[in-house]
């Protein structure tokens, strides 16, 4: 396997889904048949039982082969949304580390992302549903706490 293939199946992991579009815009774009290169490998993977497709939607999603997420999902889109920004990013800055959901203590803030762009860190939230101003004012609060907690005792709050 080449490293593009293990770097493919890393990122699957990482943003624990990817769609075949997002996969040849990070590791095909620059070839002269980039979705016909894309395919192949994605068939060898899937076949290979490296990474898992998922059929429900078009074009084909790819999974870790040990995804606890579901093939048929509704987070697969919030997912997707994940990649979107990161690409946005990656083609407009430096990025220097793209954590997905990263997880620190039970019952505070759950960011959907922790980048850091040229030494500056910064969570980011996606949101595809409207929330009331009440359910806001509780997430925000999770961020306070979380910005006062042991996490954060010697580190700058993103």
Request: glycine residues 0%; hydrophobic residues 40%.
């Amino acid at each position: 396997m080449n490293k593009r293939d293990l770097q493919i199946i890393k990122d699957v992991e990482r943003f624990r889904v990817l769609s075949r579009d997002d996969i040849i815009d990070l590791y095909f774009s620059n070839l002269k048949n980039p979705v016909t290169s894309a395919n192949i490998v994605l068939k060898r993977l899937v076949r290979d039982r490296q990474i898992s497709v998922s059929k429900y939607y078009s074009p084909f999603v790819y999974l870790p082969i040990h995804s606890t997420v579901k093939q048929n999902s509704t987070k697969i889109p919030h997912f997707l949304q994940i990649v979107e920004v990161y690409k946005i990013l990656k083609h407009a800055l430096a990025i220097k580390q793209f954590i997905v959901e990263p997880k620190f203590q039970k019952g505070l803030a759950e960011p959907d992302m922790l980048v850091m762009l040229n030494n500056v860190s910064l969570f980011i939230e996606i949101q595809r549903n409207t929330y009331s101003q009440k359910v806001m004012n509780k997430k925000i609060k999770r961020y306070e706490e979380l910005s006062s907690s042991e996490q954060f005792r010697n580190k700058k709050f993103p």
